[in-house]
């Protein structure tokens, strides 16, 4: 069950979804609780249903201090690759707090120092502590929000379904159907035996 930070300084809980994804932005957020948030099903979000989630989510966005979240796109997925697009996506979560905090809680182990912001690095941060689970929260459903939308407009891939994870159905659907402009170019979209003319 994740705690508080134990500190009386400003928290923000940080954390990315969709790093492993064929498709898709990867999307973080930035989470600061107030010091007596708590609830009982607050949890690292791969952890939880999608009703969970989204039901958390509301309750995030209500009794949060601050949140935000922050997006980097496909095309800076495969120019700069997929660590550094995350590590822009939380910078760029951070950027809109509304207010500055004091410590950057990072679920993980690795991040490019925001100015003049101390950070923690923390693996498995999501089931430790409550801001970093909060972010998790958010960032996922948010992104999932992204992949719903474009499932729309390209129903072919099952991205409702998937989120754009490397599923057999997804790998398939590309097989079938080749890319679009949404897929991550620099990732492995097939295993080795299956080749892709791109």
Same mark, same amino acid.
């Given at each position: 069950?994740?705690?508080?930070?134990? #500190? $009386?300084?400003?928290?923000?809980?940080?954390?990315?979804?969709?790093?492993?994804?064929?498709?898709?932005?990867?999307?973080?957020?930035?989470?600061?609780?107030?010091?007596? =948030?708590?609830?009982?099903?607050?949890?690292?979000?791969? #952890?939880?249903?999608?009703?969970?989630?989204?039901?958390?989510? *509301?309750?995030?966005?209500?009794?949060?201090?601050? &949140?935000?979240?922050?997006?980097?796109?496909?095309?800076?997925?495969?120019?700069?690759?997929?660590?550094?697009?995350? =590590?822009?996506?939380?910078?760029?979560?951070?950027?809109?707090?509304? *207010?500055?905090?004091?410590? @950057?809680?990072?679920?993980?182990?690795?991040?490019?120092?925001?100015? $003049?912001?101390?950070? @923690?690095?923390?693996?498995?941060?999501?089931?430790?502590?409550?801001?970093?689970?909060?972010?998790?929260?958010?960032? $996922? #459903?948010?992104?999932?929000?992204?992949? $719903?939308?474009?499932?729309?407009?390209?129903?072919?891939?099952? &991205?409702?379904?998937?989120?754009?994870?490397?599923?057999?159905?997804?790998?398939?659907?590309?097989?079938?159907?080749?890319?679009?402009?949404?897929?991550?170019?620099?990732?492995?979209?097939?295993?080795?035996?299956?080749? @892709?003319? @791109?």
């Amino acid at each position: 069950m994740p705690k508080h930070f134990p #500190t $009386k300084k400003i928290v923000a809980g940080i954390d990315e979804a969709g790093r492993g994804c064929l498709a898709g932005p990867v999307v973080s957020a930035a989470v600061i609780l107030p010091k007596n =948030f708590n609830n009982p099903i607050l949890n690292d979000s791969k #952890t939880l249903s999608e009703s969970k989630r989204k039901f958390l989510a *509301k309750i995030i966005k209500k009794e949060a201090i601050f &949140w935000s979240i922050g997006i980097s796109n496909v095309k800076e997925i495969d120019d700069i690759n997929i660590l550094n697009a995350s =590590f822009l996506s939380m910078h760029r979560a951070i950027n809109k707090l509304t *207010k500055k905090p004091d410590i @950057l809680l990072i679920d993980g182990n690795r991040f490019k120092k925001y100015p $003049k912001i101390d950070h @923690l690095c923390i693996i498995k941060g999501d089931a430790k502590f409550m801001s970093i689970a909060a972010a998790s929260i958010i960032a $996922k #459903t948010s992104r999932d929000k992204i992949m $719903k939308e474009l499932d729309a407009i390209h129903p072919n891939y099952h &991205w409702k379904k998937n989120k754009g994870y490397p599923t057999k159905k997804h790998r398939s659907s590309i097989l079938e159907y080749g890319i679009n402009q949404h897929h991550r170019k620099s990732f492995k979209l097939l295993p080795n035996q299956l080749t @892709l003319s @791109l």
